[in-house]
């Protein structure tokens, strides 16, 4: 019987600079990966942090980090070619199944556009999978924007909003929080449309709160608990909401349940 707290090693294939804190380590891995769940990333000695996927290929399994602790901090002295210790996937991630043939609307803020690059990807390389996808995606201001490249690339095949909460006097693109292009939104069936919604938890809030005032049901709205990330297993309890574990029973939910999760 497998121990599943035992990680593998995984070499670093590719390490890519988003802003100075955040980066995407490229790392080796076969197996079966939806937008959405998480890993987790340990060295000895140091210990392990949750990381959700932000990016899946043929190979390989894309983590982007925020240089924030002591875990972290190690992570980020390793280079190409230099190993670290994964073991994963955990959670159910995000179905691309749930949007197909939908009004997709993402909404994701700051790092929390790591989770649903994935989904973003998907949709913009099908876009005969939806009736159309729009992403609202905001950022604290220029220097920490996130997939710069994704960006660009995006901007030809899908519906992109990309708005700054600071913004220098010259800059002409959206300026604001994610909240302030909600009620802009048009749908030609709102009974199609769906929504995913990842970030801090009080921009969630906020989030969900104008998606409601669209006349948006409860199961039209998924979003993911994934700072709640612990051991990945259901054994140390830190991830409890209720009578749920969120590393098993999400981190993604559909708004049905995820609005009884009282944390």
Known sequence: MSNLYIPQL??????????????????????????????????????EAPISVSGIGEGTVDFTIRRVGKVTNE?????????LFIRGPYGNGFDVNNY????????AG????????????????????????????GFKSLDDVLFK??????????????????????????VGMVTKYIPDLKFENPENAVFI????????????????????????????????????????????VNEKYVCLDGPVFNYTEAKELMD
Not at 33 to 40: A, D, I, R, T, Y
């Open 10 to 47: 995984s070499t670093i294939k590719e390490v890519i600079k988003h802003t100075d804190l955040e980066y995407t380590f490229r790392m080796e891995f076969e197996g079966d990966v939806k937008p959405g769940q998480f890993f987790e990333i340990s060295i000895p000695k140091f210990g």
């Open 75 to 83: 992570v980020f002295e390793n280079y190409v070619g230099d190993k």
């Open 100 to 107: 197909k043939g939908k009004e997709i609307v993402i909404i």
């Open 110 to 137: 700051g790092t929390g556009v790591s989770p649903v690059r994935g989904v973003v990807q998907h949709f913009a390389a099908n876009p005969q999978d939806s009736v159309s996808t729009t992403l609202i995606a």
């Open 149 to 174: 490249a994704d960006f660009e690339d995006w901007k030809d095949k899908i519906n992109v909003i990309k708005t700054l909460d600071r913004a220098p006097e010259d800059y002409e693109g959206p």
């Open 197 to 240: 919604c990842v970030g801090p938890p009080i921009m969630i809030k906020f989030t969900i709160m104008e998606i409601k005032k669209l006349g948006m049901k409860d199961e039209q709205i998924w979003t993911s608990y994934e700072r709640k990330m612990c051991c990945g297993l259901g054994k140390c309890g830190h991830c409890k």
